[in-house]
C-alpha cells in the first residue's frame, strides 16, 4: 500500500459509504486502486469480465462490482454490489478524496528557494510548490510551474511555459516547451440534470530517458497511474489519456491521440495522426501507420494502417481493388 501523496484524504469507514451492506468488515478505507494494486483496507472495483482473470487474484478488501460478474471474485474480498459499477466508484472516490475532481490552483506556489535546490537551473518567474524534489543539474524553464509534492530527477531538461502536477519524472527527462503534465483527464458520468465528474487520483510516471516534445498533454491516471516506459520519444501535440501505459522505446510522431486505459508495448512505433481507442492492447514491436484509427486489439509484430486499421497486406490489397 503506498500513500497518496497528491491528494487530501478523508477517513471513511466502508459502512458509513454502503450503509446497506451486510458484512461484519467495517474498516477504514485506506485507499481506492484497480484490482491488481489494491491490498488490505482498500477498495476496488470491477466492472466487466474482460479483467476476471485479474479479479480472481485481487488482494483488495472490498470491491465495487455487479451480481453477474462477482462471482469471479475471491471469498475474502466484499463484495459491494451495485447496477453502475462507475458511478458508485466516482461516488466513492469523491467522498474519500474530495478535492480530486476538479484542479485547483496549488496555493503553495513559490519563487524556488535556491538554497533547497542545488545544482538546479532555473528561469525567470519559475513556481513551486510544496515538498518538491528536482535532481541534481535539471534545469528548469521560465514561466514553467512544478506543482506540491512533484518529483524530478537528475540530469532533466524542462522547457518554457511547463507545467507539472502529480507527476513523477524520472532521469535524463526532455520535457520540451508548453506541455501540460497531470491535469485531470476528460471523464463524467452522464445524468440528466447535471453530469458528475469521474474523479481522477492517479498520478503521471515518467520513466528514465523519454523525450516528450512541445505542446503535448498526458493526463493523469483517475484510479492507476498514467505511465510513459524507458527511453520512448513522443513528438509534438500527442495527446494520451487517463490510465493509458506505454512501454519503452516507442516513437510516438505529431498529433497521435491515445484514448483512456489502453496499454501499448515495447518498441511500438505510431505514425502521425494515428488514434488509438481506449481499454486496447498493443502489442509489442508493432507499427502503426499514419492517419489509422485502432479500435481493437493488436498482436506483437504487426503492421497495421487504415481506418480501421487492418494488417498492412489486407490495406494495401484493399488499396488496389479500389
Known sequence: MTKNIFFKKKNIKLKSLFPNLKTRKNFTILG??????????????FDSAKYKEIAINTKASACITTEKISKFLPKTTEKIIVKNVLFELAKTIKTIFPLSDIDYFDVSLKSPKIKLFKNVNFGNNVLVGKNVKIGKNSSIGSNSII??????????VIGYGVVLRKSIIGDNVIIQDNCKIGQ????????????????HIGRVVIKDNVEIASGCTIDRGSVDDTIIGNNTYLDNQVHIAHNVQIGSNCMIAGQVGFAGSSKIGNNVQIGGQAGVSGHL???????????SGVVKDVGDNQIVMGYPAVPLKEFLKKKHES
Open 147 to 156: 506543482e506540491h509534492d512533484v518529483k524530478i530527477g537528475k540530469n532533466c
Open 184 to 199: 485531470k483527464g476528460f471523464g463524467f458520468i452522464p445524468l440528466k440534470e447535471k453530469n458528475f465528474k469521474f474523479p
Open 32 to 45: 481506492v486502486k484497480p484490482l491488481h494494486k489494491a491490498g488490505k483496507n482498500e477498495v476496488s472495483f
Open 281 to 291: 492492447k498493443i502489442g509489442d514491436n508493432v507499427k502503426i501507420g499514419g492517419g
